[in-house]
């Protein structure tokens, strides 16, 4: 039996891009906290702001215009790859009924965009799952900041996402 109806239709943020970003950060679906604040990775628990920072040896700001600032002055764009889907809570394995974002088209008036990273391996599937990988770009899986992939301790994530990143930008 699908309990997918069951589930209530979240729909995810616009995106955040300049003109000049040259690489684009693509999660899965924003999380409940995120789409109440309506601010990118908003739940204390997931570091991405945190490892951000971090990658350009910045002091943490928790001010999300800061946050977006950092963005911008490091030529980074951040999206989603799902735009709106069902699903309870916050949890990726949740979703159903997956509509995804414009992203061609996103690609399309930014193409000085030479690199994608997937903030995780859910944002990659689902990406492979609706889009054709363009062969000018380069992709990235970097290690997933949410508190629910607490595995890898946040310096070990930092660590390659600084690989990743720096090598991009």
């Known amino acids: 039996m699908d309990h997918s109806v069951d589930k209530p239709v979240k729909t995810g943020l616009s995106p955040i891009a300049f003109d000049d970003a040259t690489i684009l950060i693509l999660g899965t679906m924003p999380g409940e906290k995120s789409i109440e604040n309506q601010e990118y990775y908003a739940n204390r628990g997931n570091s991405f702001r ?8 910045e002091n943490y700001s928790g001010s999300y215009l800061d946050f977006t ?4 002055r490091r030529r980074i764009a951040l999206w989603n790859v799902i735009g709106s889907c069902r699903r309870n809570g916050s949890r990726d394995s949740t979703i159903s009924d997956a509509v995804p974002n ?4 996103f690609l ?6 030479g690199m994608i990273c997937f903030e995780s391996k859910g944002a990659q599937v689902f ?9 000018h770009i380069r992709y990235e899986t970097l290690l997933s900041a949410s508190g629910l992939y ?7 994530k930092l660590q390659q996402w600084k690989s990743v990143l720096l090598s991009g930008n």
């Open 50 to 57: 945190k490892l951000l920072f971090g990658v350009f040896d």
């Open 69 to 72: 600032r950092l963005l911008n």
């Open 102 to 105: 414009d992203i061609d088209t």
């Open 108 to 113: 399309e008036k930014h193409p000085q965009i």
């Open 127 to 135: 990406y492979d799952r609706f889009f054709v990988r363009k062969s």
């Open 150 to 156: 607490a595995r890898i301790p946040f310096a070990g």
